[in-house]
């Protein structure tokens, strides 16, 4: 078994990252191994939403199947991967005293054994996955904080002048 744990401190509350995280076909836009997500099920959030990510990590392809386990918004989000690779992967988010969030990424992977000797020996394994989830989470952290700060830029632009009439 191939376990790995993450995380990232964002400087945005645990809400805002979840409005982020909770669009599973946009996690394709931060993660870095995944290439595409084609949903199973009619649902697309909450529990039981079933997908497939096409995923690639250096020369290995495969075809990943999952299915959402656990939804609490906004502090945890829980997978269970069904496919050729199987285990369990969880977002967890707790609010830092800053009022930012720790955001935290668990998981625990069995793959097999062909494909296992293939991933330990040709892109390092767990230390090749705990990178590209440290990316992954780094991605994410950037692509909360720039809308945090496109958000806050707009609120700006929306103040009034001292007669109450919005600014030109």
């Given at each position: 078994?191939?376990?790995?744990?993450?995380?990232?401190?964002?400087?945005?509350?645990?809400?805002?990252?979840?409005?982020?995280l909770?669009?599973?076909?946009?996690h394709?836009?931060?993660m870095?191994?995944?290439?595409?997500i084609?949903?199973?099920?009619a649902s697309?959030?909450?529990i039981?939403?079933?997908?497939v990510?096409?995923?690639?990590?250096?020369?290995?392809r495969?075809?990943?199947?999952m299915e959402?386990?656990?939804?609490r918004?906004?502090?945890?989000?829980?997978?269970r991967?069904t496919?050729?690779?199987?285990?369990t992967?969880?977002?967890?988010?707790?609010?830092h005293s800053?009022?930012g969030?720790?955001?935290r990424w668990?998981e625990?992977?069995?793959?097999?054994w062909?494909?296992?000797?293939?991933?330990?020996?040709?892109?390092g394994?767990?230390a090749?996955?705990?990178?590209i989830w440290r990316r992954?989470?780094d991605?994410?952290?950037?692509?909360?904080?720039a809308?945090d700060e496109a958000?806050?830029?707009?609120?700006?632009?929306?103040a009034?002048?001292p007669?109450?009439?919005?600014?030109?």
């Amino acid at each position: 078994m191939t376990r790995i744990s993450v995380e990232t401190a964002i400087d945005a509350p645990p809400a805002e990252v979840w409005a982020h995280l909770e669009q599973l076909e946009h996690h394709v836009d931060w993660m870095a191994d995944a290439v595409a997500i084609t949903f199973e099920s009619a649902s697309t959030r909450g529990i039981g939403t079933r997908f497939v990510c096409d995923t690639r990590v250096g020369p290995l392809r495969l075809s990943d199947r999952m299915e959402v386990v656990e939804w609490r918004p906004p502090a945890a989000m829980g997978v269970r991967h069904t496919g050729l690779v199987t285990g369990t992967g969880r977002f967890s988010l707790t609010k830092h005293s800053s009022g930012g969030t720790v955001l935290r990424w668990d998981e625990d992977l069995t793959f097999p054994w062909y494909l296992g000797g293939v991933v330990a020996g040709a892109v390092g394994g767990q230390a090749v996955l705990r990178r590209i989830w440290r990316r992954n989470l780094d991605h994410l952290r950037r692509l909360v904080e720039a809308d945090d700060e496109a958000e806050d830029a707009g609120s700006a632009g929306d103040a009034e002048a001292p007669d109450g009439q919005p600014e030109a």
